[in-house]
């Protein structure tokens, strides 16, 4: 029986070739046998474990369970584990219709979304669930605190235990982590875009969690670098570095912007006090604005786009240093316009004279800057909450260097060495 399901599977398989639109309609992406493999050997699955295969697709998950059960039990009974332990939950009539193929009439499947399953139990649900708009974390927050779950194991985007700054997805963030809180038994994070076409640089995380016991060292592996965390508070890339160096580092800056200002705060800030309208012409970093009658000269000039609007060619535009902030060519300015039409997201910041410009983008090249970037930077977006985490000067009027930096903040050396050996030289400028 194991075999046919097997062959029916495969056959499946070999005809599934999601579209671009698929994958972005339904999260339309195939978990691949290895990484099903990896993740199942994490737990223990019996002939008695009660099992979800949610967001299941084709059954991906359930096919390695019924295979491993029947290697290991000689009086497996698929049909009877069909009848009474495994749950197939997927919304895609065309999927549904696949599962009934591959397991047959015997597989129980829900067919309502995940998010809306309410008061069954499950001693381990499995899931690769859909990404797009952060779905994954909707399912999980209404999922797990509305049914009783005891084991979870799912793949999906790591932000939310990365991310460490406030902006529009950091509630949601924050109730997953404080509903797996104490729970968490285990995290790997490795690049999610070769196996599942997420953005460059945004990471997966295989999740373990077990709801029925208090659990307070997860054990988390980093690209290959494992680290043991206390709480799920303090899981970042930085790995162990994080407790020592990083976060006294990052505590200090988020309280000096608590009293200061950050990068955020002056966005545009100066462009709304001259009130200004704007006719621009070409593109140039001089741009006349007429604020009244009175027709200005102010200096502009624009970093990263912020979230969204990440093209095929944006690699063209942006620089390839990960913790840049500074378009490759930006004295041509070229969303500077589009930017104050409203039409695209850019951050334009504004200044009196040309020097004042210069000196600014020479601060967001000092490593003291790119590295506040970096502590929060953990995909290829920048968003609000990226540039609310990097200090604002009280003034331009004179250049910043990274010493200058250091002593203005008063960096041991120590952290000093981490920040220089963590981010390369990009712009070499180091030390000048
Ligand atoms: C990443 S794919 C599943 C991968 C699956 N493990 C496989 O390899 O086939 C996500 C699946 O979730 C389904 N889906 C999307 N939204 C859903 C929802 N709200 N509830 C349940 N299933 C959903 C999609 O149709 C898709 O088949």
Redesign the pocket.
């Known amino acids: 029986m194991i075999t046919q399901m097997k062959q029916r599977f495969n056959e499946v398989l070999s005809t599934?070739n999601p579209s671009r639109k698929e994958i972005s309609k339904?999260?339309?992406?195939?978990?691949p046998e290895y990484i099903?493999d990896e993740m199942l050997s994490l737990t223990t699955i019996t002939t008695e474990t009660n099992i979800l295969?949610?967001?299941?697709?084709?059954?991906?998950?359930s096919i390695r369970i019924l295979h491993h059960l029947a290697e290991t039990y000689p009086q497996f009974s698929a049909n009877d584990f069909l009848t009474n332990h495994l749950t197939f939950?997927?919304?895609?009539a065309e999927?549904i219709e696949k599962i009934r193929y591959i397991y047959g009439e015997a597989a129980r499947i829900v067919d309502?979304?995940?998010?809306?399953i309410k008061n069954q139990s499950f001693d381990l649900v499995v899931?690769?669930?859909?990404?797009r708009r952060n779905?994954d974390i909707k399912?999980l927050n209404s999922f797990i605190p509305n049914n009783n779950i005891k084991e979870l194991l799912i793949i999906h985007p790591s932000r939310y235990l990365l991310d460490h700054k406030d902006n529009s997805s950091a509630k949601m963030y924050r109730t997953l982590k404080s509903i797996l809180s104490s729970h968490l038994i285990s995290a790997k994070f490795f690049n999610g875009n070769p196996v599942?076409r997420i953005s460059i640089d945004r990471s997966i995380v295989i999740m373990h969690a077990d709801l029925s016991k208090q659990i307070n060292s997860i054990a988390c592996n980093y690209f290959g670098n494992e680290y043991i965390s206390p709480d799920i508070e303090n899981i970042t890339k930085f790995c162990n570095e994080w407790f020592s160096i990083v976060s006294p580092f990052f505590t200090q800056i988020k309280n000096w912007i608590k009293y200061n200002q950050s990068v955020l705060s002056q966005e545009k800030t100066k462009l709304l006090k001259h009130n200004a309208q704007i006719p621009i012409k070409g593109h140039n970093t001089q741009i006349p604005l007429i604020r009244g009658s009175i027709m200005q000269q102010l200096f502009l000039m624009q970093i990263a786009n912020v979230i969204g609007g990440h093209y095929d060619n944006s690699l063209a535009m942006y620089n390839d240093d990960f913790y840049t902030l500074i378009m490759k060519d930006w004295r041509k300015n070229i969303g500077i316009r589009k930017s104050l039409e409203k039409k695209v997201p850019m951050n334009t910041f504004c200044f009196d004279t040309e020097n004042e410009c210069d000196n600014f983008i020479h601060y967001l090249r000092t490593d003291f800057a790119r590295f506040c970037l970096c502590i929060v930077k953990n995909s290829f977006n920048i968003n609000s909450g990226e540039l609310n985490c990097i200090p604002y000067m009280e003034t331009y009027k004179r250049p910043w260097t990274d010493k200058d930096l250091y002593e203005y903040f008063g960096i041991s050396e120590e952290t000093q060495e981490y920040i220089t050996n963590y981010l390369p030289d990009y712009y070499g400028i180091r030390g000048k």
């Open positions: 599934i339904f999260g339309e992406v195939l978990t099903v295969d949610m967001c299941s697709g084709i059954g991906n998950f939950n997927e919304i895609r999927r309502t979304p995940a998010q809306q899931s690769n669930p859909p990404y779905l399912i599942f």
